[in-house]
């Protein structure tokens, strides 16, 4: 089913990830006890909505991209521990948002906790991380730093609401769609590095680089992320594929093909989308379609270009073992399977 011509297996990619760990692993312990440290509650469903998506898993990306940022800069403090902690605390609150929104019951290959717990508890537990993390950045007391996070979070939502409005919508364009995910998902990841920068006290160019590279890599992580709605299979990628068609959005290898497909084509792909529940039938002659039309190699070379911005920022930071693991980091977006 997967058209694209890459020849990465699932143990380089493990590899990869495996050697960024190696340069971030013990700050990753720490971001994960400063993040149950934060659950904290005499409400005990937070804590356990919290814990049960850490357990479930999760590279931990956007934390990383924190961690050696403000490393690459130069930074020897351990602020990046908390800050690293607060992206996730959002990160986190997203998930379980966009859970209740897109109906999941699958996260990670895990049970979905709106599917656990119900869409009132997690929405409610989503705004006590977005609010916790705000009262967490006002006692860090670094301006620049809320200021960033705070630029994210109102991006993010807008990107959401952006994505909702354009559901089942055909007429979406590709640069409505760069518009959405630049804001529900690259924004955050720009964030994560233009903190760790911000820490690092950075001159404006290095940080500039940074929120740059941070934006980019989201782009390429969200492309090869609706990739893989298309040809993962369920057990690997850790949720259902085929959901994005079932929820009406029409991403970036749905648009291709819609613009090269006949109108029979397009009349089939609209019936999809309104399916519901959408048959495995009618979901592998999309699939038939993006194959046929290339809808994937499209994407994924999107994806690589992204990627190639990405390094390009990179030139403004000095040689640094950090930068290596950015620089491994970025080809890891494009390679992932999961």
Known sequence: MNTLNVSISNTDEKSRL???LQWVGED?????????RNLSSPVPIISAIGEHLLLSGGKRLRPILLLLSARACGYQGEAHISMASLIEFIHTATLLHDDVVDHADLRRGMESANAKWGNEACVLVGDFLFTKCFSL???NG????LQAVARATTLMA??????LIKTNDLSTTEGDYFSIIKRKTATL???ATQVGAILGEA???MEKALLDFGMDIGVAFQLIDDSLDYTSREKEFGKKIGIDLQDGKITLPLIYILKHCDEKES???HEAILSDPITKETFFQVIHLIEKYRGLAYTWEKAKEYVAKAKGHLRHLPASREKEALLSLSDFVLERKL
Do not use: Y
Request: aromatic share 6%; net charge negative.
């Open 18 to 20: 495996e050697e960024i």
């Open 28 to 36: 990753l312990k720490k971001v994960d006890l400063e993040f149950r």
């Open 137 to 139: 950045l006002v006692d």
């Open 142 to 145: 670094n301006r620049k730093i």
């Open 158 to 163: 807008e990107g959401e609401l952006e994505e």
């Open 189 to 191: 990841f720009a964030a």
């Open 203 to 205: 001159p404006e160019e």
């Open 267 to 269: 009349a089939l792909i």
